[in-house]
């Protein structure tokens, strides 16, 4: 298995977006968005602070987070990465956009790069998503995606990529 930290933060392009390494800088620009252990920030303070504790899991080699950038404006639209599960050979595959930009395929783009480096890059045996109860369009995507639904419970539906390793 090939887990992170890497000698280079990995960067992946896609036709319409680009996953990139994410910065303080970028805080402000994602605070609508920025959560760490389920803690929403609340402020850019806060922000930056999360965005340090995911640094420092990626440094320890327990996650994987990327900033969502248009390819053609350049504007950061979210994040995507590997949060959970890393130590054993699994990644738990999540996945957020800010509202302007959701419904128009840029999160496809991302969870598809984010999938194809997980498997061919990084050799996880097991790619999954977790997503609420009533998030219908997450579960959409991850339904047409190729994410099978494997479990439930009266709060959260996780899911498995098909296509096995």
């Known amino acids: 298995m090939h887990l992170p930290p890497y000698p280079n933060y990995p960067l992946l392009n896609g036709a319409c977006v680009l996953l990139r390494p994410v910065f303080a800088a970028d805080a402000e620009a994602l605070l609508e968005i920025s959560y760490y252990d389920g803690q929403k920030a609340k402020n850019v303070s806060e922000a930056v602070d999360m965005l340090d504790k995911i640094h420092q899991d990626y440094l320890l080699g327990t996650s994987l987070h990327w900033g969502i950038e248009a390819g053609q404006t350049g504007k950061l639209m979210g994040t995507c990465g590997y949060y959970r599960g890393l130590n054993q050979g699994a990644g738990e595959l999540g996945c957020v956009l800010l509202p302007e930009y959701r419904g128009k395929g ?13 498997r061919d890059h990084m050799q996880l045996n097991r790619i999954y998503a977790i997503t609420t109860q009533g998030n219908t369009p997450a579960l959409r995507l991850l339904e047409r995606l190729g994410f099978d639904l494997t ?13 096995k390793f």
């Not at 479990?151 to 296509?163: A, G, K, Q, S």
């Open 106 to 118: 840029y999160m496809s783009e991302a969870i598809t790069l984010a999938a194809t480096f997980g």
């Open 151 to 163: 479990r439930e419970d009266e709060e959260t539906l996780e899911f498995d990529l098909r296509n």
